[in-house]
């Protein structure tokens, strides 16, 4: 197969793949917990077949002491040629009848041009372009290709824990993530940076045991209230983050306008954007705050009664560059030192994931941006993330040499990954099939 020769090739491929991504879309494999576990195994061995399919005739399923197995192959690519690493996840985010679908989230359904469904995008788009690129050469890529598809991306991860048992499955010259996407379809972008996740739960106790509100409200001080004032105090007015020893930046690169931002959004009438700075700062290069989770009485069981205790998951996101464990001692502290009325603060450290940059200009970068022209018609800009992939991380120190490629076709502007109706433009999965596919070629002829 020569480059002249593959868009031809990989449009007569693309009502395939299509097809093959509405049968993956149709799979509820969600692999959180308490969800059903049938789906999540019927979907890791279509997924299997499909890559066997595709060429990859080794691929299977690994061992990993826990969780939802991850799949793994290699197609031994011509002597001395470089080696790559495709990555993709078959789980997918949940998909309730709260967020408001206007279609079955697990009925793929085609309008507007774009294709409907839980994981269109995120992340069975971008397995769905891993096969596209397999077929564009018969199975027979001109390198080394290796395959990890992960089956618990969007739940807690056992894919680092099998990396660093296995560092020698990962050895490479370019490990291609694609599990991003362009700011709007059509205009290509490299992603290079992603922000880092700290988190930690916070309890907030004032009494020994609830009181009646009546009797002793006015002054005796409630849990649920301190807890309030208490997390106010993470952001400034403006809604930056507020909290002394945590690093922020600016971002230089390629940038959505906020109504571009605010399209995607969909704020309520009359509600603001929070932060300084150009929405990229913002989600970039800008660490940003949210509590996720609150246990308290609920509405349903509360009484007049003043709360002892209450408790809250707080998620900080974190730029790159930054010390995960030193941003996380920083919310920490701030946590231990700003409750109100003397009430007692105990933090516990649940998580801190690194932020990740990608380094440019190597071969393998001028390669993707060179495959992106011509996939594409036009330059790419770069851009970063304000996701977080820590097993990128985990990735960079099994092979340190390797070289990283971020990108993918859940375009930022109307994929709505993680909400309602999610989708994916499939030309923009064609145009990633062409560009991953050139990538490989270029590649190729460097040796």
């Given at each position: 197969?020569?480059?002249?020769?593959?868009?031809?090739?990989?449009?007569?491929?693309?009502?395939?793949?299509?097809?093959?991504?509405?049968?993956?879309?149709?799979?509820?494999?969600?692999a959180f917990p308490a969800y059903p576990e049938e789906p999540v195994h019927e979907m890791a061995v279509r997924t299997l077949e499909l890559l066997q399919d595709a060429g990859v005739e080794d691929a299977r399923l690994m061992d990993v002491p826990w969780g939802y197995p991850p799949i793994y192959g290699e197609i031994?690519?011509?002597s001395g040629s470089p080696t790559v690493v495709l990555y993709a996840h078959y789980d997918v985010q949940p998909a309730p009848e709260s967020q408001g679908w206007s279609t079955a989230p697990f009925t793929p359904t085609h309008r507007d041009g774009r294709l409907f469904g839980r994981g269109a995008a995120d992340d069975k788009g971008g397995l769905a372009t891993h096969l596209g690129t397999l077929r564009a050469f018969d199975g027979k890529p001109p390198c080394t290709v290796r395959i990890i598809v992960e089956g618990m991306e969007e739940t807690e991860s056992n894919l680092e824990e099998f990396v660093e048992a296995h560092?020698?499955?990962?050895?490479?010259?370019?490990?291609?993530?694609?599990?991003?996407?362009?700011?709007?379809?059509?205009?290509?972008?490299?992603?290079?940076?992603?922000r880092g996740d700290v988190s930690c739960i916070v309890t907030v106790s004032t009494l020994d045991h609830p009181l009646h509100s009546g009797v002793f409200g006015g002054a005796a001080p409630d849990a649920m209230m301190a807890l309030a004032r208490l997390l106010s105090s993470l952001v400034d007015d403006a809604g930056d983050v507020a909290i002394e020893g945590v690093t922020g930046g600016s971002w230089s690169g390629a940038t959505?306008?906020?109504?571009?931002?605010?399209?995607?959004?969909?704020?309520?009438?009359?509600?603001?954007?929070?932060?300084?700075?150009?929405?990229?700062?913002?989600?970039?290069?800008?660490?940003?705050?949210?509590?996720?989770?609150?246990d308290t009485t609920s509405v349903s069981g509360s009484s007049n009664v003043i709360l002892p205790t209450a408790r809250a998951k707080i998620s900080m996101r974190i730029v790159p560059g930054t010390s995960p464990d030193a941003e996380l001692d920083a919310l920490v502290a701030h946590l231990e030192t700003h409750a109100p009325w003397g009430a007692q603060v105990s933090?516990?450290?649940?998580?801190?994931?690194?932020?990740?940059?990608?380094?440019?200009?190597?071969?393998?970068?001028?390669?993707?941006?060179?495959?992106?022209?011509?996939?594409?018609?036009?330059?790419?800009?770069?851009?970063?993330?304000?996701?977080?992939?820590?097993?990128l991380q985990t990735l960079h120190e099994a092979c340190p040499s390797a070289e990283f490629v971020l990108w993918g076709p859940e375009d930022m502007d109307q994929a709505r990954i993680h909400a309602s109706d999610e989708s994916v433009d499939p030309e923009e999965i064609e145009r990633m099939v062409l560009a991953q596919a050139l990538l490989l070629e270029k590649l190729s002829a460097r040796g």
């Open positions: 197969m020569t480059a002249s020769s593959l868009p031809q090739k990989v449009t007569g491929l693309m009502p395939g793949v299509i097809a093959d991504l509405e049968d993956l879309i149709a799979i509820p494999s969600i031994p690519g011509p560092p020698e499955l990962f050895e490479c010259d370019m490990f291609v993530i694609c599990d991003m996407g362009n700011l709007r379809v059509g205009e290509p972008v490299v992603t290079t940076a992603l959505q306008s906020e109504e571009e931002f605010l399209a995607g959004a969909e704020l309520l009438p009359g509600v603001s954007l929070i932060g300084t700075g150009t929405v990229a700062d913002r989600l970039w290069a800008k660490p940003s705050i949210n509590a996720i989770g609150i933090v516990e450290r649940v998580k801190a994931a690194p932020a990740f940059h990608v380094p440019t200009g190597g071969p393998g970068d001028v390669a993707a941006r060179a495959a992106l022209v011509e996939a594409f018609g036009s330059e790419p800009s770069e851009v970063g993330s304000g996701g977080s992939i820590p097993l």
